[in-house]
């Protein structure tokens, strides 16, 4: 609730670039959209089984191409940045695919206008807790408050 709330997110401006910056993890993929530093929107997905065997590399590709079709509205015949804390995707448009998932995968970002930019992983937050949205480890990652119990605990000593 606290990352979709108004103070937080902004409205598009199509005159101004867009960054995607996303993560992949072994529970899924997460990714978050923005302007000027300023979220527009956020996007999570949990892996599928069948991609349970892939390596690393393939995760974080699958990831990428999941938040760009999911803005594809929003990036579609625009130049935009994607960023990544997986740095060999940084040469994706550069190197050899090896594997028949990766062709099919970079097959779907063609005709996108973008380039890739390692992001550190310990800087990638957002992303980093969208991917991992629907498991016990994101409780870590959750903000926690004071609980001010001590007079209900007090009056139940006392019963």
Partial sequence: ????????????????????????????????LLQDQHPITFFSRPAAPRHQSFAAYEWELIGLVLAIHHWRPYLWGRRFLVRTDHFSLKFLLD?????????????????????????????????????????????????SGPRFDFIERLRQAHL
């Fill in 1 to 32: 609730m606290a990352i979709t709330t108004a103070p937080v997110l902004a409205l598009p401006d199509f005159e101004q670039p867009f960054i995607v910056e996303c993560d992949a993890s072994t529970h899924g993929f997460g990714a978050v």
């Fill in 95 to 143: 190197q050899r695919l090896a594997t028949i998932p990766q062709h099919h995968w970079v097959g779907k970002l063609l005709g996108f206008d973008f380039s890739v930019e390692y992001k550190a992983g310990s800087t990638n937050t957002v992303a980093d807790a969208l991917s991992r949205r629907d498991t016990e480890e994101a409780a870590i990652l959750a903000l």
